[in-house]
């Protein structure tokens, strides 16, 4: 039998829902990050930065872009015979199907994948997070600990400790409480979604609960659990970089930490350094009358215009006057002459005509989602195209191919939507 000492488990099966149309057609975890990075490319590299070789990515909702990134590991080193990574979608059982319907019925699923390997520690991380992590120092402390199951764990301002789901600890690490979003929380130690369980024991939970929850999940079920069963669970403390990249701000204030004098998060460090899929492109290149300035330009980019305090994926055309602030710019968008954009958000292959002003007027939320836009942030989705000379406010979403004859007196007012692509059809709040 082939052994690993410890393997990870990615999940990465997410439709990030408050991310609206940046995942319309992928996973949370292939939404393009920093210009050339996905998201998933920071677990992935935390892996083989820390020496953890075989990964099992579980996949779900709109896989194929996620499924193409990945490939066979190649960027992560982790084409290997024994080990490397391994895509794990949902299968057929017996007579049935089964959708993965929560964080620990994923990995229940595919518990025989685990069994081949042996191991004895299973590191279960999310796919949809920015941060550096050593997951070896993290294994070094679980062992030390003599932990059943480690939790890493990240201080959070009080003033926010609300939202996260939350862990008391003894003065020696070991937790002896959960409290999930509390009003009146009694510590600001928010659980990050990652851990590592000794294998027996989490074979035996995962076995144990499925028979009680069909949607079992490890916060809500399988920890409180084990809490309750007397297990040894240690917080390991992580005070570095971390961000969740599950709404439209969060997503953009994590790109915008990247342009920062000081960057809050170094992409450009020569240790632990981000992997990813990425074909060779052309060298990026500034006009003669170019002004760019706190801005990361991804390879093959060409600026003629100007551009401030943003990011720009691969193969970015911003023409000769035109000005581009505070925005994501994601691969293959074009921006024509003398154009205005500011905190706008661009998926892939978008085209934006000549003398179009987006991203001014008034902070009025979205209309149709106003839980998702309501920050002054305007999104296109991938494909958008916008005809010349129209003006698009701010919490504005526009996807797909439009023309002058939607912008009634050549105007998108703020909080408005323009959706002309059928992936929109039963994407949720």
Partial sequence: ?????????????????????????????????????????????????????????????????????????????LDRRLGGVTILAPHLKSDQGDWYTGTANAIYQNVEFIESYNPDYVLILSGDHIYKMNYAKMLDFHKEKKSDVTIAALEVPWEEASRFGLMNVHDDSRIFEFEEKPQNPKSNLANMGIYIFNWPVLRDALERD??????????????????????????????????????????????????????????????????????????????????????????????????????????????????????????????????????????????????????????????????LYNTGITVLGEHTEIPDKVSIGKNCVVYGPTVPYDYPDGRLESGQSILRDPHMEGVEE
């Fill in 210 to 371: 499925s028979h009680i929850h069909n949607n079992s999940d490890f916060g809500m079920h399988v920890l409180p659990m084990l809490l309750s069963d007397g297990a040894k669970m240690c917080a390991y403390p992580f005070g570095e970089y971390w961000m969740d990249v599950g709404t439209i701000e969060s997503y953009w204030s994590a790109n915008m930490d990247l342009v920062k004098t000081v960057p809050e998060f170094n992409l450009y460090e020569d240790f632990d350094k981000i992997y990813t899929d990425a074909d060779h492109q052309p060298p990026m290149y500034t006009g003669p009358d170019a002004k760019v300035q706190a801005t990361l330009l991804s390879e093959g980019c060409e600026v003629y215009g100007e551009v401030y305090n943003s990011v720009l994926g691969p193969m970015v055309i911003v023409e000769a006057g035109a000005v581009v602030r505070d925005s994501i710019l994601m691969e293959n968008c074009y921006v024509g002459r003398n154009t205005r954009l500011t905190r706008v958000i661009a998926d892939a292959d978008c085209s934006i005509g000549e003398d179009v002003v987006i991203g001014e007027g008034e902070n009025t939320i979205n209309a149709e989602k106003p839980k």
């Fill in 1 to 77: 039998m082939r052994k690993k000492e410890m393997i990870a488990m990615l999940l990465a099966g997410g439709q990030g829902s408050r991310l609206g149309v940046l995942t319309a057609t992928k996973a949370k975890p292939a939404v393009s990050f920093g210009g050339k990075y996905r998201v998933i490319d920071f677990p992935m590299s935390n892996c083989i930065n820390s020496g953890v070789d075989t990964v099992g990515v579980l996949t779900q909702y709109q896989p194929l872009q996620l499924n193409q990134h990945i490939g066979i590991g190649i960027p992560w080193d």
